[in-house]
């Protein structure tokens, strides 16, 4: 017995309207914090590279996400479309969150994804940098979770 195709709309080629779509989707799925729930969006041999960690396939990325946010503590994501062609699209993000010592962050990055003809992500490189920040600096304080529709974005917070 086979498994069934999976699929995850939109699916490319990409225009514009859908690649803003598949980045919100991205980013609500990340804001959840489940990693089972995440790997479902990558092809079961996703290629990752996160920062200096490289990735092959779910069961890694599983792991990755699950020792990403044991350290990663209430975890906010914005993602926002920076480009897109047939079946890549490239973005950029910023998120917060702190220590298990209560040192805040806001880390900065880019994205390359890679999709295959399922609108499952076939590669993804995220190159990312932390910048310490005071709580009182924060600029995400919605309830953990997804984004809500009328928070700002990345551009808007002059991000």
Not at 21 to 31: F, Y
Not at 63 to 70: C, D, I
Not at 113 to 132: K, Q, T, V, Y
């Amino acid at each position: 017995m086979t498994d069934p195709i999976e699929t995850r709309p939109p699916l490319p080629p990409f225009t514009r309207e859908t690649a803003i779509q598949k980045v919100r989707a991205a980013e609500d799925g990340w804001n959840t914090r489940d990693p089972e729930r995440v790997s479902l969006a990558y092809t079961k041999d996703s290629v990752w590279r996160n920062r200096a960690e490289f990735t092959n396939g779910r069961a890694e990325i599983v792991g990755l996400l699950r020792r990403k946010w044991a350290k990663e503590l209430d975890y906010r994501l914005i993602k926002e479309l920076w480009a897109f062609t047939d079946n890549r699209i490239a973005v950029r993000f910023a998120y917060e969150w702190h220590d298990d010592s209560n040192n805040w962050f806001r880390s900065y990055g880019n994205e390359n994804w890679e999709f295959d003809e399922h609108g499952l992500m076939a590669r993804r490189h995220a190159s990312i940098n932390d910048m310490p920040i005071r709580e009182a600096d924060r600029l995400y304080h919605w309830p953990l979770g997804r984004r809500p529709d009328d928070h700002p974005g990345l551009s808007d917070l002059g991000l």
